[in-house]
């Protein structure tokens, strides 16, 4: 592929999981690319102070969970001894070889890092500030792709100092494990963080506007989850929002607001403030450029991820929702294919969600509130985990998987899990949603036993009314 006799040239901006794949995907069709980005290594948000960090110390705050559980089967660990120095040591080792690893793999596919915050000078140039200081690098494009991602957002008036009150960010550095935390998000980073906080020592409180924790998903496969964390929680306080926050030297004073709150002025030694995140468009000079954004700062795109800026591209967090670091590297491939010309369209039908809690919760395509809120005919096959052999000897038959199909063709246009591993099974329901499957395709294929994988062929069987494990109570 050529411009002007000579290869394209390619600006990738945010090295996330969004801008590494693009950088790389353009790099093997043959574009000359230059990956921008403030950190050592690509990684963005999701390897430094997102998704592997927080996963790094879910996977200990499970361990100690199942080492607590095992007491019951005659098992006892005794006391576990938490040396938080090496445990912060371990989460930024993970961190390091992943990071260190793109290093490796960006200069094997001929991609020049440059590290440094850009912004737009024009529709082909923009101007690089190095991370180290020094003058600004100047680069023409033919083409650019944004991955500038996200970052966290705080209600008017909420000081993050990230020291007392705090943010993902902060809460991953883990300078200490806080006597009393109170988490403010009942969504993703709020429930994630907050576990690892209580796994860890803290007495954690949830705070959540709403009238549910994670307000997106499915109530019944949210249920087995609260179960778990009204124990492992101090308290979930629901529909409260916090009505001010103050920082004394020994804790923040904080007033709640709900009708359901009994004492409204609490201290707590932290605060996390967990309550979503917003795009990283701000600095970049977009006008320059003649990109737009909406009002909230995603910048708009079209189904090849291509802004109003015929040669520049965004994708990731800042081209809007569902921020997922999956969603991100998808739309990277669409974006690279479509530079070089290649057919190449948005157009997911199932983007995975989960969140990496105990029990985990993971869903795709139509959710059982979309299609009631939608009115789309649709019926839900639900088998409960209470009826797997393997989750039984798990010790864990806190789960359910359920699909969500269309009546007259019987294809799976949904599918959750509640249960742990949800996050590894929800793979084979993106599959069923993508390929278009009908449930008979998931029950005629056969499933390992042992698994808890069998419980997306047992729901398919509850469908037709022929699971071996399980009698459907016929709804409504
Ligand atoms: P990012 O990963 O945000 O990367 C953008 C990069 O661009 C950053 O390095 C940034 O410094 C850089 N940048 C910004 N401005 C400029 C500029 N002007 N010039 C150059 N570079 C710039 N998602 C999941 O799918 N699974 C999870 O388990 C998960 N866990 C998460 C846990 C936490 C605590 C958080 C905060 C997020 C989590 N996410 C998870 C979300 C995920 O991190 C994001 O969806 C994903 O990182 C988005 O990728 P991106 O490439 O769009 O941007
Ligand atoms: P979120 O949108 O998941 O949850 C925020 C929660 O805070 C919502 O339930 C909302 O109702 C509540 N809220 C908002 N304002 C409030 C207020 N003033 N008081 C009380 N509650 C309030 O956002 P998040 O947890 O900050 O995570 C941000 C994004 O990062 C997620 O939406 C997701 O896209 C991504 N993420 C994904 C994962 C994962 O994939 N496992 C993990 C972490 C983060």
């Known amino acids: 592929m050529t411009t002007n006799g000579r290869q394209p040239r390619v600006a990738v901006i945010g090295a996330g999981p969004g801008g590494y794949p693009a950088a790389f995907h353009a790099a093997e069709l043959g574009m000359e690319v230059t990956l921008i980005d403030p950190e050592a290594n690509p990684g963005g948000v999701c390897l430094y102070r997102g998704c592997i960090p927080s996963k790094t110390l879910l996977h200990v705050a499970s361990l100690l969970g199942e080492a607590e559980d095992a007491a019951e089967w005659g098992v006892s660990f005794g006391q576990p001894e938490i040396d938080l120095d090496r445990l912060r040591s371990w989460k930024d080792q993970v961190i390091s070889k992943m ?53 966290p957002a705080a209600p008017p008036g909420f000081q993050i100092d990230g020291d007392r009150i705090l943010d993902s960010t902060s809460a991953l550095e883990m300078a200490d494990v806080p006597d009393t935390l109170l988490v403010v998000g009942g969504g993703y980073i709020g429930l994630e963080l907050g576990s690892v906080y209580a796994a860890l020592g803290s007495t954690v409180t949830v705070v959540e506007m709403e009238t549910g924790l994670l307000p997106g998903a499915d109530r019944d496969l949210v249920r087995p989850l609260e179960r778990k964390l009204n124990s492992a929680f101090e308290e979930i306080l629901l529909s409260t929002r916090v009505a001010s926050l103050n ?37 970049l000079n977009l006008a320059a450029a003649g990109v737009e954004s909406d009002q909230r700062g995603f910048i708009k795109v079209d189904h090849q991820r291509r802004t109003s800026a015929a040669n520049i591209f965004a994708i990731g967090d800042v081209a809007g929702e569902p921020m997922l670091a999956h969603k991100a590297t998808y739309e990277a491939n669409v974006a690279a294919a479509s530079i070089a010309g290649h057919a190449a369209t948005y157009d997911a039908q199932a983007i995975p969600a989960v969140v990496f809690t105990d029990p985990e919760i ?20 639900t088998f409960p985990w209470a009826a797997s052999g393997r989750a039984t000897t798990l010790g864990r038959n806190d789960g359910l998987t359920k699909l969500i199909l269309e009546p007259t063709t019987e294809r799976i246009l949904g599918v959750g ?60």
């Open 417 to 476: 899990i509640s249960g742990r591993g949800a996050g590894e099974l929800i793979a084979e329901g993106v599959l069923a949603v993508e390929m278009g499957a009908r449930a008979d395709d998931l029950r005629l294929s056969i499933h390992p036993h042992p698994t808890t994988s069998e419980t997306l062929m047992e729901a398919a069987e509850v469908f037709f009314n022929t699971s071996p494990h399980y009698i459907a109570r016929k709804r409504g």
């Open 247 to 283: 920082v004394r030297p020994d804790g923040v004073d904080v007033e709640l607001a709900g009708a359901r709150v009994e004492v409204p002025s609490r201290r707590f030694d932290k605060v996390l403030v967990a309550v979503g995140r917003r795009p990283s468009s701000a600095g």
């Open 362 to 381: 993971a869903w795709c395509g139509l959710t059982e509130s979309e299609a009631r809120e939608s009115d789309r005919p649709h019926k839900v096959s």
């Open 99 to 151: 990071t260190s690893g793109l290093g490796l793999l960006t200069r094997a596919r001929r991609v020049r890092f440059t590290r440094g915050l850009a912004r737009f000078d024009g529709p082909h140039a923009l101007s690089v500030e190095p991370s180290d200081g020094g003058d600004a690098e100047r680069l023409n494009f033919d083409y650019a792709v944004i991955a500038t991602g996200s970052m």
